[in-house]
């Protein structure tokens, strides 16, 4: 299961980031590329958690009935409009 590493620039950066963590070359790349994979699950769910709640806005506004009250108008009868307090 060897991985020969020909670009040079990835060769130095394993070995600046094994010096500065005390680990290995290959500690330093199985950390680095845990922390990527870790990143890219992480997205991958924000993704999805953000389709889901612009799934549910959609629901939303598809049930909406139009000419209720605004929330201006709610909040004013809720609320004395000087004061600020409840009514």
């Known amino acids: 299961m060897a991985l020969n590493i020909k670009n040079e ?3 130095t950066l394993a ?3 094994a010096a500065r ?3 290995t070359q290959t500690g330093a ?3 680095a590329l845990e922390r990527y994979l870790a990143d890219l699950v ?3 769910e924000s993704d999805s958690k953000r ?3 612009d799934q ?3 629901e939303i506004d598809a049930e909406r009935t139009d000419g209720g009250p605004t929330v201006e108008e709610i909040m004013d009868e809720m609320y004395d409009p ?3 307090l409840p009514r």
């Open 82 to 84: 000087q004061t600020g």
């Open 15 to 17: 070995r600046d980031v």
């Open 9 to 11: 620039r990835v060769v």
């Open 21 to 23: 963590t005390g680990t």
């Open 42 to 44: 992480r997205e991958a």
């Open 56 to 58: 549910l806005l959609a």
């Open 51 to 53: 389709r889901r709640i």
């Open 29 to 31: 790349i199985e950390s």
